[in-house]
């Protein structure tokens, strides 16, 4: 897989867990990570979903843009998709039971 196609699937991870979570919030499930939880109150749920995903965005932007190593942006890429993907999965088995 390219950096190009990885920073894609990262981009529609975040998507997807964005709105995993905004299903699970919206079934009254709290957030975890205090940074995402500061932010939802301060600026609501969908405000605070939306200001965390495009930071989230905008970090892996960085990652590809700023690379100077191809090794080195593939394995972060690799690594960041793998934790996003563990937890899209735990969400959706929480949802699901």
């Known amino acids: 897989m390219n950096l190009r196609d990885l920073l894609t699937f990262n981009l529609f991870l975040q998507l997807t867990d964005g709105l995993v979570s905004y299903q699970?919030?919206?079934?009254?499930?709290?957030?975890?990570?205090?940074v995402v939880a500061a932010a939802i109150v301060n600026w609501g749920m969908i405000g605070g979903l939306i200001y965390n995903k495009m930071l989230a965005c905008v970090l892996l932007l960085l990652i590809f843009a700023l690379r100077r190593s191809h090794f080195l942006a593939k394995q972060a890429l690799t690594v960041t998709a793998s934790v996003y993907m563990c937890a899209i999965i735990v969400s959706l088995w929480e949802l699901l039971r």
């Open 24 to 34: 699970a919030f919206a079934l009254g499930a709290a957030e975890a990570n205090p």
